[in-house]
């Protein structure tokens, strides 16, 4: 991370990663771990950020189960 003046904050991909998984951590570990262990592609929308991981997230692989979050 470095800063190049009062407004501004520049994050690596890995750094910004990290810091998404620290949160997804916070609601569901085992999506986290995937998240951390696989490629991914960040999208910042006006509905917020996705993000695609690089392969099937374990949780939502049978169609008919509900996702996984721990709250």
Do not use: W
């Amino acid at each position: 991370m470095r800063q190049t003046d009062i407004k501004t904050i520049y994050l690596t991909g890995e750094e910004l990663k990290l810091a998404l998984c620290d949160f997804i951590s916070s609601r569901n570990i085992e999506l986290a771990t995937q998240v951390a262990t696989h490629d991914v592609q960040l999208s910042l929308g006006d509905e917020g950020m996705m993000i695609r991981v690089s392969t099937e997230i374990e949780a939502y692989n049978d169609s008919t189960a509900e996702p996984t979050v721990n709250e």
